[in-house]
């Protein structure tokens, strides 16, 4: 009477416990593939920021330029930079708090730019030297600001201060401007101020 065999009961605990997981799995999967496209645009944005900054940039500089016989700011550091803009908030103050152009708030810690070309003119300024870039100390790669208006971005580079930026143009420009002296002096006062 073996024929006859008890039939086993389905264990429902171990199977809800594997549905569980299956369904665990599928989830994390849905979120990572969120997730990565978040991060992805999220990453484009940023990158795109800076360049408009310093596009933004440009177009004061110009403006500014027609305005003053073809120099450029004579302040140095943010000073330099809050007489191209009416607003600080557009140097990407690191606070997000609006900080306008209250005297007292002014310091090279609220920006992220270095603005190395006070005390030049624009003949003086070949189209391969900086004018501002983003302070190295910050970002992996850095967003330059040339005198003819493009902006380069130096990936990968090790600088640890201003100067090094500035004296990376310098060894691949053909120009042995006297400007040169003026742009390292200015990069020298970043380096002072931090």
């Known amino acids: 009477m073996q024929a006859l065999q008890k039939h086993k009961k389905p264990d429902w605990g171990r199977l809800s416990v594997m549905v569980a997981l299956g369904i665990l799995i599928v989830g994390a999967i849905v979120c990572a593939i969120i997730w990565n496209e978040y991060w992805y645009r999220e990453d484009n944005a940023k990158r795109r920021e800076p360049m408009e900054n310093l596009a933004h940039f440009h177009h004061e500089l110009k403006a ?4 003053h ?3 450029y700011p004579t302040e140095q550091g943010v000073y330099g930079l809050a007489e191209l803009v009416v607003l600080l908030s557009d140097l990407r103050v ?3 708090k609006f900080v306008g152009m209250n005297p007292d708030y002014l310091s090279e810690d609220i920006t992220s730019y270095a ?4 005390g030049l003119s624009e003949q003086e300024l070949d189209g391969d030297m900086p004018v501002i870039f983003e302070k190295p100390r910050l970002f992996k790669s850095i967003r330059v600001l040339l005198g003819d208006g493009r902006v380069e971005v130096l990936e990968h580079k090790r600088f640890k201060n201003c100067r090094q930026v500035v004296e990376y143009y310098r060894e691949s420009s053909k120009s042995a401007s006297s400007a040169w002296e003026t742009l390292l002096h200015n990069a020298d006062y970043y380096n002072l101020s931090w």
């Open 64 to 67: 500014y330029l027609s305005t």
């Open 69 to 71: 016989e073809g120099r």
């Open 94 to 96: 690191k606070d997000d």
């Open 115 to 118: 603005y190395v070309a006070s």
